[in-house]
């Protein structure tokens, strides 16, 4: 089998559309991601992983065999197939930009999405290197597409290098993690792994060993409909009652407009429905549970305050957990993100230990039993139109891989 590079296998699977369904109720949400699930599986089968596969919800699962004779835990590598339903993956054209200057980049299909140092200023340690976006017209699918080519390439060079010295190395591809889902169906029992890495992450070098704690909320708001020509003193329109709710959220605080670093914020993301009734969907995030907790608290609490002036309606709250913030579980066990910071100092580039505002798979798959940090993938911008990645960056992350693979061999 030929060994493509990391950016030729990116290139190749981005043009696979596997864009995620909020609104399915199947698992995977869209069946279109079997597309890129099977392909993924005949390459792996190609470099001699026999026990590749795809199950019948559109996990690939996957075996490098040891080749040491050291006792050595079995360490998974991760990464989603889906891409963000909050941008088209359809159609993706991407285009290569070598040799980057510093220069604005204009995206050739839609020439007003354009790419500048101002709002990209990671761009500015990308000079000399060739960066991927899509054409302008839809997202690029970095993420996590960046992270599955990484671990493609990776997973070459364990099969046909003899002296890269590991474990037992699994590999596991995951539907619908844009949408929360990605681990729903998993099974860890056939994945057989001590430790996991997703490589999911954003700049390169870094090492994520905190995620966002996360809870949907779904808001049923119930009005009073009568005809329009004789509403005057009855009426009590739904939609504008889940306006004014969303109108009185916090604007200059606790939104994700106005907060960066460890703050957290409340975050509406969908409305449906008519006069009678409206169902508005939240996101809320915060580091900890408590600080989630607190701004669930002030939702409900600014709901009931203008519930209260509209006599004949009322609502109902529904809190959905999602995700936990991972730390806890990683600092039992700080060996795992030790050797993954050892793994990027040995590719010559200064690690970086950071926090994520969001999830990953290793979210939940940490609270599941498999402790699981987040690796930079080298991917930026992701959702929208202005994603991008850098080829060298890619580089980087699969030499992280294998060097990760060679140190738990050598520590054994």
């Known amino acids: 089998m030929r060994n493509y590079t990391v950016s030729e296998r990116f290139l190749k699977y981005v043009t696979i559309d596997t864009q995620a369904d909020p609104d399915s109720i199947t698992t995977p949400s869209s069946s279109k991601q079997f597309d890129l699930a099977k392909l993924l599986v005949n390459e792996l089968q190609a ?45 993706v054209n991407p285009v290569v930009h070598k040799s980057y200057e510093g220069q604005t980049i204009i995206l050739p299909a839609e020439t007003s999405q354009q790419l500048n140092t101002n709002d990209h200023p990671e761009l500015l340690n990308q000079i000399g290197n060739d960066i991927i976006t899509a054409d302008g017209t839809t997202l690029l699918g970095a993420d996590n597409k960046a992270g599955i080519a990484e671990i493609m390439d990776a997973a070459y060079q364990l099969m046909n290098d003899a002296t890269i010295k590991h474990g037992t190395i699994k590999i596991l591809f995951t539907p619908d993690e844009e949408i929360g889902r990605g681990v729903d169906k998993v099974d860890l029992k056939k994945l057989g792994a001590r430790y996991a890495y997703t490589m999911d992450g954003e700049t390169l070098g870094h090492v994520e060993n905190e995620t966002f704690s996360a809870d949907g909320v779904e808001l049923q708001i119930n009005g009073f409909s009568v005809h329009p020509g004789f509403a005057k003193n009855k009426m009590e329109s739904a939609i504008k009652i889940a306006s004014q709710i969303i109108d009185s959220l916090p604007k200059d605080k606790q939104s994700p407009e106005s907060t960066e670093g460890d703050e957290g914020f409340i975050h509406p993301v969908s409305m449906s429905g008519n006069i009678e009734s409206m169902l508005v969907k939240f996101i809320i995030r915060d580091f900890n549970e408590t600080g989630l907790i607190a701004l669930e608290n002030m939702l409900e609490g600014i709901v009931k305050a203008v519930i209260k002036l509209y006599p004949k309606s009322t609502y109902n709250m529904r809190v959905i957990q999602q995700y936990r913030n991972y730390k806890s579980v990683l600092d039992k066990e700080p060996h795992i993100v030790n050797y993954a910071m050892e793994a990027i100092e040995r590719t010559g580039i200064k690690p970086v230990l950071s926090s994520v505002r969001g999830g990953t798979d290793g979210s939940r798959l940490s609270f599941m039993g498999l402790p699981c940090p987040n690796i930079f993938a080298g991917e930026h911008a992701f959702h929208g139109k202005h994603e991008w990645v850098s080829i060298q960056d890619m580089h980087i992350a699969v030499d992280t891989i294998i060097n990760l693979c060679m140190i738990y061999e050598e520590k054994a």
């Open 47 to 91: 470099m001699g992983i026999t026990d590749a596969h795809v199950d019948e919800y559109c996990y690939v699962y996957a075996t490098i065999p040891s080749n040491t004779h050291k006792n050595v835990p079995v360490v998974c590598f991760c990464s989603h197939m889906d891409t963000s339903p909050d941008c088209s993956g359809k159609n």
